[in-house]
């Protein structure tokens, strides 16, 4: 998890590091994103990144949490509006979050994360 320094940033700096650390992440898998690339697009320097996070894989974790923030939100509403059907709520919450994640670069950042796929030629098919 980030540290407390992180939180202390205006929301605009947190920002362009998120958006930095999407852009690598969506770029590569975790074990080739760089740190350089992140700390220039976020335009911060180098040590000031880990005066916000321990290394790499902390501000993956934190970008991954952010990211399905709203998952567990949902799946609940939805199990609610279906009277606890744990299939329909499931099934819905699928849908939407197939609706809002189809950009083909979602899609790939995902599949990395669940698949662990990686691979030097890119289709549109994967």
């Not at 940033?9 to 898998?29: D, G, H, M, W």
């Not at 509006?81 to 979050?97: C, F, M, P, T």
Request: glycine letters at 4%.
């Amino acid at each position: 998890m980030p540290k407390e320094t992180f939180y202390n940033l205006s929301e605009e700096k947190r920002q362009r590091i998120i958006n930095s650390a999407e852009k690598e992440f969506f770029r590569v898998p975790l074990s080739k994103a760089s740190i350089a690339n992140i700390v220039t697009g976020a335009q911060i320097p180098r040590g000031s990144f880990y005066q916000y996070f321990d290394d790499l894989n902390d501000l993956y974790h934190y970008f991954f949490e952010k990211k399905f923030q709203g998952f567990h939100e949902n799946f609940k509403k939805e199990l609610e509006n279906h009277q606890g059907d744990l299939i329909e709520a499931w099934r819905q919450v699928a849908k939407k979050s197939l609706e809002k994640n189809c950009e083909w670069r979602e899609f790939d950042f995902f599949r990395k994360c669940y698949f662990r796929f990686e691979y030097s030629t890119r289709s549109k098919y994967y």
